[in-house]
């Protein structure tokens, strides 16, 4: 079974610092997604940034990369030059792939809520 | 705005009601996803539809059912609804019905908050 962990429940961070938020995971296939999501107060759920198993490099997106150390099979999520506007829980997802039937399924962690002090 | 719609934002009922909750995909979306998260359980992955066809099943209670129609909307049917039923559920979308090839995302909707009295 699929797991992901996230051992931070909050974070602190200065405006424009960068901060890191950790995710480990288990799983024994060798092809699978990872995902972070980030839900402010409001309560949407926002999808930031993709990495693959196979990808060789790490995914940015913005202000957003993703650390990712297949060996240590640890997922985490950076975000540089800090805004207000991080301020929210933020979430590590590993989707899981049935190819056979095609379907796909989200195990989600429980979530870092990061806090942006101006 | 992520382009998944959720109807209604807000849903008020009492305990041993029926409730229905609706979800429109993305323009071009073929598989919807139903989660919930509640405080103590966290995101919890329900149920996949893929073009009409249900394609996975998760942490779903009996109580509660889905189905997607020809135009791709997606409704969630819970029943006999208990206290414990009190969460926000989401609804997801995604291209395909999942692939080893491709990023493939799930785009979440903004949500149903549903409160049982």
């Known amino acids: 079974a699929q797991k992901i962990t996230q051992t931070q429940p909050g974070m602190f961070v200065q405006e424009k610092e960068a901060v890191t938020l950790d995710c480990t995971y288990d799983?024994?296939?060798?092809?699978?997604?990872l995902f972070w999501y980030k839900q402010p107060s409001s309560g949407e759920m926002i999808f930031l940034i993709y990495q693959g198993s196979y990808d060789e490099q790490n995914a940015t997106e913005g202000r957003y990369s993703l650390n990712f150390q297949k060996a240590r099979k640890s997922a985490n999520l950076v975000i540089s030059a800090s805004q207000l506007g991080d301020s929210a829980m933020y979430f590590c997802?590993?989707?899981?792939?049935?190819?056979?039937?095609?379907?796909?399924?989200?195990?989600f962690g429980i979530g870092t809520k990061l806090q942006v002090i101006p | 705005d992520s382009g998944v719609t959720q109807t209604p934002k807000h849903l008020i009922t009492a305990t041993g009601q029926r409730v229905t909750l609706r979800c429109s995909p993305r323009s071009g979306d073929l598989s919807v996803y139903w989660y919930q998260q509640s405080l103590d359980q966290g995101l919890q992955f329900l149920i996949q539809?893929?073009?009409?066809?249900?394609?996975a099943k998760g942490n779903i209670l009996e109580r509660f059912s889905a189905q997607q129609f020809p135009d791709l909307h997606s409704e969630l049917n819970l029943s006999s609804l208990e206290l414990g039923d009190s969460a926000l559920y989401f609804c997801a979308s995604s291209s395909t019905s999942g692939g080893e090839s491709s990023t493939d995302t799930q785009y979440f909707g903004p949500g149903t908050r549903l409160t049982v009295l």
């Open positions: 539809y893929y073009n009409g066809e249900e394609r």
């Open positions: 997802a590993m989707r899981d792939v049935e190819w056979s039937w095609g379907y796909q399924k989200v195990t």
């Open positions: 799983t024994s296939d060798q092809s699978y997604g």
